[in-house]
């Protein structure tokens, strides 16, 4: 089971950092990937971070400006993200798959709950 948090309503140019834990399986050896959904909109792809931490991808829109991270001791990953922009205002989802990253949330198996970001201008 993965455990979204973090989420909440923070102002344009702030700061947040969401946190997905794992219990109940060890996600040490699997891809994890963020992901989000605004309302009316198709889910879509923010990162992800190879079992190692060596390896990450970002979609462009949001290097420079997120930074994905795990803890494999905690079996956590985050989703650092700051200066966010109202147009970041999603449900934030963690997701785990064994194997090659990816971008696409159908490769992914294991989901959270989702998190809600809120960003004011």
């Known amino acids: 089971q993965l455990q979204a948090s973090g989420g909440g309503l923070v102002q344009a140019g702030g700061s947040l950092r969401l946190s997905c834990a794992a219990s109940?399986?060890?996600?040490?050896?699997?891809?994890m990937g963020w992901f989000r959904q605004a309302p009316g909109k198709e889910r879509e792809f923010v990162a992800t971070i190879s079992w190692s931490g060596q390896t990450t991808y970002y979609v462009d829109s949001m290097k420079g400006r997120f930074t994905i991270s795990r803890d494999n001791a905690k079996n956590t990953v985050y989703l650092q993200m700051d200066s966010l922009k109202p147009e970041d205002t999603a449900v934030y989802y963690c997701?785990?798959?064994?194997?090659?990253?990816?971008?696409?949330?159908?490769?992914?198996?294991?989901w959270g709950q989702g998190t809600q970001v809120t960003v004011s201008s």
């Open positions: 109940g399986r060890t996600v040490t050896d699997h891809v």
């Open positions: 997701a785990a798959r064994r194997t090659l990253s990816s971008r696409k949330g159908t490769d992914y198996p294991y």
